[in-house]
């Protein structure tokens, strides 16, 4: 694995090599933008790193996306920042852009009918006998973090969460167990995560950058979507191919520290989808026929923090040389 700081003459050439038309920052929160604090309540981002992100931001033709576990008020309310920023919260099944000109206001498709059974299941993980025991109920999963515990307490509260999850069949049929860093989340069994929802917020963006779509978005569903971009990854990176309005390439940057965060990684360093520029989405969601697809190229640079395993091909040490990475990236896309 490469350190990307390290490296950095290089990834600036391959940037350059790749003219990029739009960069597009997909960026974890929790020991990617701050530390990992004791307790999840306990997390702000520094006043600091905030500037920094408020001069990427503003920068023309670069879209910045947090993309976290957490419950999306809860993101909004910590970064505070209210325009030219993008918010996918919950693992990606919650989306909301502060964009004037990206109109991104997404919930999946069916989650309202989880609710009721996970509002059960916290219930009876709440009452969980275990002593420094934090329970998020983050409305659409429930995680536990179990940082603070001493290490006889752990295999405790694992037996407990599985003996909760065994008592009722919908709970195993609707939920699924997921593992994180000193977490244990309980989340619907729906094949969604961090890198669909930031694959499905470039679509997005192409989709309002590039066309005259016109769609209530909060009705809109990634299947709807779907319709009118075509998901078909290929090798064939060539980036001869002009879409309307001239966007072509996408540079994609990918960061995170976690499991959760491999599957913002694991689509490579390259790939393309079609797009039909001409297609129109009326407000009842009736689609237009017309056909012209058109293909954009997207580059992925993919940085884990910490080195070890990972579908990412760069490492950093910590969440503070996140920062130089994003200065790194916005100053040499600005100089194409």
């Known amino acids: 694995m490469i350190n990307i700081l390290d490296n950095f003459k290089n990834v600036g050439q391959e940037i350059k090599n790749f003219k990029p038309d739009i960069l597009v920052f997909c960026i974890d929160f929790d020991g990617t933008l701050t530390k990992i604090y004791k ?19 503003n920068i023309e033709n670069v879209f910045f996306c947090i993309v976290t576990g957490r419950e999306i ?17 919950n693992h990606g099944f919650e989306i909301k852009s502060f964009y004037k000109r990206i109109r991104l206001d997404f919930i999946y498709d069916g989650l309202k009918n989880y609710l009721p059974v996970l509002k059960d299941i916290f219930n009876k993980v709440s009452q ?5 025991l934090i329970i998020e109920n ?11 515990l001493p290490h006889e307490d752990i295999k405790l509260l694992k037996d407990a969460v599985a003996s909760v999850m065994d008592s009722n069949i919908d709970y195993k049929r609707m939920f699924e167990l997921k593992k994180g860093k000193k977490i244990i989340e309980i989340r619907p069994k729906i094949q969604w995560n961090k890198g669909k929802a930031c694959d499905f917020i470039v679509k997005g963006l192409i989709a309002e950058l590039s066309c005259n779509l016109t769609y209530n978005s909060h009705k809109l569903s990634n299947k709807q979507l779907d319709t009118n971009i075509n998901n078909n990854v290929s090798s064939d990176n060539n980036a001869n191919t002009e879409s309307k309005n001239g966007i072509k390439n996408i540079l ?21 989808f079609e797009f039909n520029p001409n297609l129109g989405v009326n407000s009842d969601l009736e689609l237009n ?16 923090i910490g080195e070890k395993k990972s579908a990412a091909d760069y490492y950093i040490h910590n969440f503070r ?8 990236v916005a100053d040499c896309f600005v100089k194409l």
């Open 321 to 328: 040389q996140t920062y130089k990475v994003l200065e790194n």
């Open 128 to 132: 969980i006998p275990i002593k420094n």
């Open 252 to 272: 994609k940057i990918c960061m995170g520290d976690d499991l959760t965060d491999e599957t913002m990684f694991d689509k490579g360093d390259k790939y393309s």
């Open 73 to 89: 008020s809860d993101i909004i309310k910590i970064i505070s920042i209210d325009n030219n920023i993008i918010y996918s919260g």
């Open 289 to 304: 026929s017309n056909s012209d697809l058109k293909k954009i190229n997207v580059k992925s640079i993919n940085c884990i």
């Open 39 to 57: 307790s999840p309540f306990d997390a702000v981002l520094e006043n600091n790193y905030k500037k920094i992100i408020e001069r990427i931001i």
């Open 138 to 148: 983050k409305k659409y999963s429930i995680s536990l973090h179990y940082r603070i």
